[in-house]
């Protein structure tokens, strides 16, 4: 590659989905500058921490470059003819559900689109599951129930152009930084724009907040249900909206006039909250039309995460307020491509191309993918699919850049699970991971900067990822890692692609087979992009889907005169019971422990770690607390505390501060074995999860909070 070059690419982090344009400024020490796209739809040209200093972590210190056997450096031939070797010897031993992927929100879409195929067309089974799972799938499930389709109805835009927004459930400030200096900057032109905040901590995102709700934790389906009974009390419902294009309003509004949140005083008491906060929230929703409610993962990770979607969804349909500038409820992703992965079936509950797993649709995907085994039936989810592994009805796994050891809730578990396994493959671009140290197989894949492909963001805008740089040592792509070892598993002709372009227009191909009214009608649909050629490829604008025949340019919102995805095309208020977290405190284990991200790491910490600027934010764990748990503890600022559940142990600082509320508690997720050997506290986390998406609930266990 030439130096000075200029490519627009996207930002490797959360869901935003940034643009970013890179100059290569030398190619040979992979030296780069980076600023916000001005062009891009997601930014405008910012970039925030941690999108600002990626240039910084193109090092090739501590890179995967090379094929490994058990810790030898091998050929990629002896690598893939191994991993093709376990994974067909272990299917045919012990029958296709033996074997399982497990997939990462970082992948591009055309790597999850192979590795999809490969194991739901090929080994024939839907053991493909995804860190999504861990992030989002409530809000899918939520989707699914209410819309027929997993589908977000509106934009960032609507950020903008809304009188009231609510953010729950999410510290947008940290975890979608750009959002929320789009929701600043809107409100500093409009001041007459309302922020609402609902989280039990005092975040940095209170700071552009009209009014806080620290609500008690788990207890949003209180809160709203409480708002849609209220609504309905003040004649504040939209009855035509309802009719036209909804179903189940009786039974949703009859399950939220139920005692608990019958009245503002009821919900008060449930929710932990002052009336006249609730009443404050209540008579601003009724009074504003162009309301957007957008959530994140205190809402997502919950054992009854589903519902809470829902019920935000409910108050959103019954009002009318959905697929109209400034208005909807706006499910605000985690990962860099959570939704592209979601598109092609990454996760073990949907087939590809958002189809569930009807027979109709089992027979359509394998025809078009001409496959030789279809799974015919929905695999394991995340915390399944590794108790699997740990009771050993999987004997093969195949992990592609994601570090469960660390990120999985009762970490040590997994693990363990993992230790006994003895057909770990694991493909990455780092060589050293939590995880990483269990594989028999280790397979380097390209990079943020080196790969080449598509994300789609939270608000379904699919934007190229570009290569910046030739690939380092050996590395690899995903996609072509996968499909070599589909080629020697001896399914040669339907992974026979160039490059990732032939992969996209494939996906993109089958996103519209079939999809007409009388067949199937799927909301995910690209079609009109499986013409592109190399070329236009590789130029392509940032587009938001569907973009289909009836929508060549892409949509921006959807849903404004109905036209859901369900078999009536109505969309469905559920009746909605909250659910209080399932872990129960006592008296061993009187705190509530949440977990969450900072503003300047990612994940566990592989990337962001080698920017020196970023880890001079926080530097190592932390637990916030209330001072008075602080006092009645004996504990300092800054003392070392031990905490410890059911599951696990971890050391962290004490970080004193009224933030956080009595009795609760908050520890990152970010950090590893390889930074603190004590600092994991994904091994805390109780694997509980909600019955309909299968997310853990990673916002609420049970701990006791000791002395070290
Ligand atoms: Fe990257 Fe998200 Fe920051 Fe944008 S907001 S620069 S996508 S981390």
């Given at each position: 590659?030439?130096?000075?070059?200029?490519?627009?690419?996207?930002?490797?982090?959360?869901?935003?989905?940034?643009?970013?344009?890179a100059?290569?400024?030398?190619?040979?020490?992979r030296?780069?500058?980076?600023?916000?796209?001005?062009?891009?739809p997601?930014?405008f040209?910012?970039l925030?921490?941690?999108?600002?200093?990626?240039?910084?972590?193109?090092?090739?210190?501590?890179?995967l470059?090379?094929?490994?056997?058990?810790?030898e450096?091998v050929?990629?031939?002896?690598?893939l003819?191994l991993?093709?070797?376990?994974?067909?010897?272990?299917?045919r031993?012990?029958?296709?559900e033996s074997?399982?992927?497990?997939?990462?929100?970082?992948?591009l879409?055309?790597?999850?689109?192979?590795?999809?195929k490969?194991?739901?067309?090929?080994?024939?089974?839907?053991?493909?599951?995804?860190?999504?799972r861990?992030?989002?799938?409530?809000?899918?499930?939520?989707?699914?129930?209410?819309?027929?389709?997993?589908?977000?109805?509106?934009?960032?835009e609507d950020l903008e152009?809304a009188?009231?927004?609510?953010?729950?459930g999410?510290?947008?400030?940290?975890c979608h930084?750009?959002l929320?200096?789009?929701?600043?900057?809107?409100?500093?032109?409009r001041?007459?724009?309302?922020?609402?905040?609902?989280?039990?901590r005092?975040?940095?995102?209170?700071?552009i907040?009209d009014?806080?709700?620290?609500?008690?934790?788990g207890?949003d389906a209180?809160l709203?249900?409480?708002?849609?009974?209220y609504?309905?009390?003040?004649?504040?419902?939209?009855?035509?909206?309802?009719?036209?294009h909804?179903?189940?309003?009786?039974?949703?509004?009859?399950a939220a006039?139920?005692?608990?949140?019958?009245?503002?005083?009821?919900?008060a008491?449930?929710?932990?909250?002052?009336?006249?906060?609730v009443a404050?929230?209540?008579?601003?929703?009724?009074?504003?039309?162009?309301?957007?409610?957008?959530?994140?993962q205190?809402?997502n990770?919950?054992?009854?995460?589903?519902d809470?979607?829902?019920a935000?969804?409910?108050?959103?349909?019954?009002?009318?307020?959905?697929?109209?500038?400034?208005m909807?409820?706006?499910?605000?992703?985690?990962?860099p491509?959570?939704m592209?992965?979601?598109?092609?079936?990454?996760?073990?509950?949907?087939?590809?191309a958002?189809m569930?797993f009807t027979?109709?649709?089992?027979?359509?995907?394998?025809?078009?993918?001409?496959?030789?085994r279809m799974?015919?039936q929905?695999?394991?989810?995340?915390?399944?699919?590794?108790?699997?592994?740990?009771?050993?009805?999987?004997?093969a796994?195949?992990?592609?850049?994601?570090?469960?050891v660390?990120?999985?809730?009762?970490?040590?578990?997994?693990?363990q699970?993992?230790s006994?396994c003895?057909?770990?493959?694991?493909?990455?671009?780092?060589r050293?991971?939590d995880?990483?140290?269990?594989?028999?197989?280790?397979?380097?894949?390209?990079?943020?900067?080196?790969?080449?492909?598509?994300?789609?963001?939270?608000?379904r805008r699919?934007?190229r990822?570009?290569?910046?740089?030739?690939?380092?040592?050996?590395?690899?792509?995903?996609?072509?890692?996968?499909?070599a070892?589909?080629?020697r598993?001896?399914?040669?002709?339907?992974?026979?692609?160039?490059?990732?372009r032939d992969?996209?227009i494939?996906?993109?191909?089958l996103s519209?087979f079939?999809?007409?009214?009388?067949?199937?009608?799927?909301?995910f649909?690209?079609?009109?992009l499986?013409?592109?050629?190399?070329?236009?490829y590789?130029a392509l604008?940032?587009?938001?889907?569907?973009?289909?025949?009836?929508?060549p340019?892409?949509?921006?919102?959807?849903?404004?005169?109905?036209?859901?995805?369900?078999?009536s095309?109505?969309?469905?208020?559920?009746?909605i019971?909250?659910?209080?977290?399932r872990?129960?405190?006592?008296?061993?284990?009187s705190f509530?422990?949440?977990?969450?991200?900072?503003?300047?790491?990612w994940h566990?910490?592989?990337r962001?770690?080698?920017?020196?600027?970023?880890?001079?934010?926080?530097?190592?764990p932390?637990?916030?607390?209330?001072?008075?748990?602080?006092?009645?503890?004996g504990?300092e600022?800054?003392?070392?505390v031990r905490?410890?559940?059911?599951?696990?142990?971890?050391?962290a600082?004490?970080?004193?501060?009224?933030?956080?509320?009595?009795?609760?508690?908050?520890?990152?997720?970010?950090?590893t074995?390889?930074?603190?050997?004590?600092?994991?506290?994904?091994?805390l986390?109780?694997?509980?999860?909600?019955?309909y998406s299968g997310?853990?609930?990673?916002k609420?266990t049970?701990v006791?909070?000791?002395?070290f």
């Open positions: 590659m030439t130096s000075n070059r200029t490519l627009h690419t996207t930002c490797a982090y959360c869901g935003v989905g940034c643009g970013i344009q100059v290569v400024t030398d190619a040979a020490t030296q780069i500058h980076i600023q916000g796209d001005r062009n891009h997601a930014n040209g910012r925030c921490s941690k999108g600002a200093a990626l240039a910084e972590t193109l090092t090739l210190h501590g890179r470059l090379n094929p490994e056997i058990n810790g450096t050929s990629w031939d002896a690598a003819d991993a093709a070797e376990t994974l067909s010897a272990t299917a031993e012990h029958g296709p074997v399982a992927f497990y997939l990462s929100g970082q992948l879409t055309e790597d999850y689109y192979v590795a999809n490969l194991m739901k067309g090929f080994i024939g089974s839907a053991n493909v599951d995804t860190n999504s861990l992030c989002m799938s409530s809000s899918v499930a939520g989707h699914k129930r209410a819309f027929g389709a997993d589908v977000v109805p509106g934009c960032y152009q009188d009231l927004i609510i953010l729950t999410s510290n947008t400030a940290w930084p750009i929320y200096q789009r929701i600043k900057a809107a409100k500093q032109q001041p007459q724009m309302k922020v609402v905040v609902i989280d039990p005092r975040t940095a995102t209170c700071d907040a009014l806080h709700l620290p609500l008690q934790p207890s209180w709203f249900n409480g708002l849609l009974a609504l309905a009390r003040l004649g504040a419902l939209d009855y035509e909206y309802l009719e036209q909804t179903e189940g309003f009786g039974v949703a509004i009859k006039r139920a005692a608990e949140t019958a009245d503002i005083p009821s919900v008491r449930h929710c932990g909250l002052k009336e006249g906060e404050a929230f209540y008579d601003w929703f009724r009074k504003t039309p162009k309301t957007v409610t957008a959530y994140s205190g809402v990770q919950s054992s009854s995460g589903s809470k979607v829902n935000i969804i409910n108050c959103h349909l019954a009002t009318g307020r959905i697929g109209q500038p400034g909807g409820p706006l499910s605000l992703t985690g990962q491509n959570a592209g992965g979601r598109e092609v079936g990454g996760l073990a509950n949907q087939l590809a958002h569930d027979s109709d649709n089992v027979e359509r995907v394998g025809r078009f993918w001409n496959a030789t799974a015919s929905p695999g394991l989810k995340a915390v399944d699919l590794f108790d699997a592994v740990a009771d050993g009805r999987i004997k796994i195949w992990i592609m850049g994601t570090n469960p660390v990120s999985m809730p009762d970490a040590d578990k997994v693990a699970a993992l006994r003895e057909n770990v493959i694991i493909s990455d671009c780092i050293r991971t995880t990483t140290e269990y594989a028999n197989i280790l397979l380097p894949a390209l990079g943020w900067g080196e790969k080449d492909g598509t994300v789609t963001n939270s608000e699919i934007s990822q570009r290569a910046l740089l030739t690939p380092p040592g050996h590395a690899k792509p995903d996609w072509w890692i996968i499909s070892v589909a080629q598993m001896g399914f040669g002709a339907a992974f026979n692609y160039r490059n990732s992969i996209f494939e996906h993109a191909a519209g079939e999809n007409t009214p009388e067949q199937t009608l799927r909301a649909d690209i079609s009109a499986e013409i592109l050629t190399d070329a236009e590789d604008e940032p587009i938001q889907w569907p973009v289909n025949a009836a929508t340019q892409g949509a921006a919102r959807l849903f404004q005169d109905g036209g859901y995805y369900s078999p095309r109505k969309a469905l208020l559920s009746p019971t909250p659910q209080p977290p872990g129960k405190l006592d008296e061993n284990y509530a422990l949440n977990t969450g991200r900072i503003r300047d790491q566990t910490m592989t962001t770690a080698l920017a020196p600027q970023l880890n001079a934010h926080i530097s190592e932390y637990c916030d607390m209330h001072p008075q748990d602080a006092e009645r503890l504990f600022q800054n003392d070392l905490i410890r559940s059911r599951h696990g142990v971890m050391i600082r004490a970080h004193i501060t009224d933030e956080q509320a009595p009795g609760q508690l908050f520890v990152p997720m970010h950090w074995a390889q930074y603190s050997a004590v600092g994991r506290v994904g091994a986390v109780n694997p509980v999860t909600d019955p997310q853990p609930e990673s609420h049970p006791a909070l000791e002395r």
